[in-house]
């Protein structure tokens, strides 16, 4: 399984980014997708995730402004980032399961000026 992710970028805070994971195969049966971000010198965090199922989960630090979401016939699960703040600066990163096996893509920077 491979992974990329994209839609990193600069942002100025209050504005909004949408990140993109694209699967190499299907993932309409990856019981879970997540993304997590990692700032410097700190350990990579869940920041929200979706099952095969639909179910959402979310950090309590980005529930009401992130929106996690899939389309399986894209083979891509989305990340809508809303109201940004300095503390979302972080290199993202989505990861999946399938086949009872974890699979990471590369990361993609976000960094919300102030």
């Known amino acids: 399984v491979q992974l990329q992710a994209s839609g990193g970028g600069l942002v100025q805070a209050g504005g909004s980014l949408r990140l993109s994971c694209a699967a190499s195969?299907?993932?309409?049966?990856?019981?879970?997708m997540g993304w997590y971000h990692q700032a410097p010198g700190t350990q990579r965090e869940l920041v929200a995730s979706?099952?095969?199922?639909?179910?959402?989960t979310y950090a309590d630090s980005v529930k009401g402004r992130f929106s996690i979401s899939k389309d399986n016939a894209k083979r891509t699960a989305y990340l809508q980032m809303n109201s940004l703040k300095s503390e979302d600066t972080a290199v993202y990163f989505c990861?999946?399961?399938?086949?009872?096996?974890?699979?990471w893509g590369q990361g993609t920077l976000v960094t919300v000026s102030s």
């Open positions: 195969v299907s993932t309409s049966s990856m019981v879970f």
């Open positions: 990861k999946v399961r399938k086949w009872l096996n974890d699979y």
């Open positions: 979706i099952s095969n199922t639909g179910s959402t």
